[in-house]
């Protein structure tokens, strides 16, 4: 499936993209994101524990970051494994200055598969969808509340 | 498969099964008709530490006539509602929906509280609720509150209720027989691609009530202001090209975006012409 998105954060570029890059950001903004652990340069393993209502599942994805070009876009690759299911998506991620605001432009393609596709196949998408807002507002409430994070 | 391990509680009275939801907290789910919560927990999508059933609680399963509306006890089956001779007469938006859901086995198990508190989008009672502007009575650890039928839907799988309460009781107005259920439903399981509930009465504005096109059921306003000028044929169909007008269609194998978004209008156009020739004036 295909998920395209526009979101208006309070902040500038800079630290937007800043705070996309940071694992110790990523931790709090991913849904469901119990841990992310640093494996590698621009690797991680984020253990989720995502889903809606009481059907939540364990997952734990390989991301890597990619195409990084600062303050204007990158590109993060999940691949996540868990009992329901697997999870495997690009995202590409864009950002424009729009005054003191960056604007995110976001296209990603996520492929689903086992268990919850199988029987979750109506709501995936929607689900997905929520997921992706979710992870925007904490991503919007954060950076509009901290300080300047250092280089 | 079957469920994973879990902890089994029956109380017995509303307040114990409160005080049980308090103590156990997000780790505990209400049981009534089992009908979508087991289902989950054999797949073990869904892994309550605790189920909480409230099928022996005495007095939740009733349709009462009351001066000003009728009340159904949350954990009236679907069945029960199907077989009212009462609602028949009443409310019979709800006597033509209910034998519409799944199959004979599940309407003998599920129930109208656990339908609206699980809030599936594809779920046909949240339609009529929404189309009959119902009530909703919620208990939890600070008394009782009513919560309107339009304020009860918020986003997928998302309600009014918060993890501390219990729905109790839904209630709903008389209507005359110009009311409508039509639904497309998707073959294997019986939920709604497109399902539309219409309450055209005479005084009132007309309502429209839609499920399954959408991630929540919601009422189709651009609908029902169309129709507020008359009710005449032309004018019926006039209006449900609206009915998906400022939503965000579902989009999965069963059907595309486009596709819902179509049905929506077709199953609109069909409920309200059922619904105006069942109107005796």
Not at chain 1, 119 to 136: D, P, Y
Not at chain 2, 103 to 126: C, E, F, K, M, Y
């Amino acid at each position: 499936m295909n998920i395209h998105g526009t979101y208006l954060v309070s902040a500038p570029p800079t630290r937007v993209y800043e705070g996309l890059i940071d694992p110790r950001v990523l931790e709090r903004v991913i849904p469901g994101c119990e841990r992310l652990e640093l494996t590698g340069p621009d690797q991680y393993n984020a253990h989720l524990k995502i889903g809606l209502a009481a059907l939540k599942g364990s997952y734990v994805g390989k991301v890597h970051l990619s195409d990084k070009l600062p303050d204007k876009q990158f590109t993060l690759h999940m691949d996540g494994k868990g009992a329901p299911g697997f999870v495997k998506g690009t995202a590409h991620l864009n950002f424009d200055e729009q005054g003191s605001a960056t604007r995110i432009t976001l296209r990603a393609q996520v492929q689903v598969g086992g268990l919850i596709a199988a029987v979750g196949s109506r709501v995936i998408e929607a689900v997905a969808k929520k997921l992706t807002e979710e992870f925007f507002q904490n991503f919007g409430k954060i950076i509009a509340g901290s300080p300047k994070s250092s280089a | 498969m079957i469920p994973a391990a879990f902890k089994y509680l029956r109380p017995r009275t509303v307040d114990e099964a409160l005080s049980l939801l308090a103590q156990h907290g997000e780790d505990a789910k209400l049981l009534s008709g089992g009908q979508s919560l087991i289902p989950a927990m054999k797949l073990r999508l869904a892994r309550p530490a605790t189920i909480i059933d409230i099928g022996r609680i005495a007095d939740l399963n009733y349709v009462r006539e009351q001066p000003d509306h009728l009340a159904l006890g949350a954990m009236t089956t679907h069945y029960a509602i199907e077989s009212s001779a009462l609602l028949a007469q009443r409310c019979p938006l709800l006597t033509e929906l209910a034998p519409q859901i799944g199959d004979v086995q599940i309407r003998n198990r599920g129930t109208i509280g656990g339908s609206l508190a699980h809030a599936d989008p594809a779920a046909d009672w949240p339609a009529a609720i929404l189309a009959l502007d119902a009530t909703l009575e919620i208990v939890g650890p600070n008394g009782s509150r009513l919560v309107p039928a339009s304020e009860f839907f918020i986003d997928l799988f998302q309600t009014a209720l918060q993890p501390n309460e219990i729905l109790r009781e839904i209630r709903v107005p008389a209507t005359s027989q110009a009311v409508a259920y039509v639904k497309t439903a998707q073959r294997a399981s019986g939920f709604a691609i497109a399902g539309v509930a219409v309450a055209l009465d005479g005084a009132e504005a007309p309502r429209v009530g839609i499920t399954g096109v959408a991630a929540k059921p919601f009422r189709a306003a651009a609908v029902e202001s169309g129709l507020s000028g008359g009710l005449t044929k032309p004018r019926l169909i006039a209006a449900a090209h609206h009915a998906a007008d400022g939503i965000d269609p579902l989009n999965d194998i069963h059907a595309s975006a486009e596709f819902r978004a179509h049905l929506a209008r077709v199953n609109t156009q069909r409920a309200l012409e059922n619904a105006l020739a069942r109107m005796t004036d």
